[in-house]
Each structure stands twice: as C-alpha cells, then as structure tokens.
C-alpha cells in the first residue's frame, strides 16, 4: 500500500492564497538570482492556516520560529544577530557554535 503525504514539498502543492504565492516565489527567486539575503519575513494567522506547513517546503534556508511568543528573553536577544547580520551562534553547554551563512539566512 502507498503512503501518502498530506503535507506539500514545493508551491505548486501548497494550498494557500494565489496572490501571495506568486508574491514569496518572485521574492524567493530574486534574492537568488541576486544572491543576495531575502529581508525578514513575519506569518501570522490563526492556528492551522498553513504557516508552518509552508516553511517545511524546502526552497531555501531559513530561521523558523514557531510560537515566537513562549521563547525567553536570553533567547530572543540571541536572535538580534540573525535578523542584524544574518548570523547565528548558538551556544550549547559549554561549546560555542558558530553558523554563518550570510547569503542564504533568513
């Protein structure tokens, strides 16, 4: 018996606002082709709208926050550089981590 995926893996299955699609896939492709950072993007919507279904799709790197509202302070002053300089330390126990990727990170 075949499995089947109920959830999306590109936007052409992703069920959601034609016009707003369209908007994220000129958005997405231009900051490809310019190879440059696409800018910080907020969702919101109620619960089972599709926010979390849409970033799944892998069409490029990101940073996904879901239920921003619950992280602590510490955590989200570590979040400045991400959305200042598109990079993100993480420190885990005793180890500093260090991810850089300054033309792919949303």
Known sequence: MQSLNFRPDNFETY???ESIKIN??????????????????LFIGCSGMGKTCLMQIKTFDLVFIDEIY???????????????????NLILGKVYIIFFNKNHLV
């Open 15 to 17: 069920i959601g606002q």
């Open 24 to 41: 994220l896939k000129i958005m997405i492709a231009a900051s490809q082709k310019q190879q440059l950072t696409l800018k910080h993007m």
């Open 70 to 88: 619950a992280i602590s302070q510490e955590v989200s002053e570590a979040l400045y550089p991400v959305l200042e300089d598109n990079c993100l």
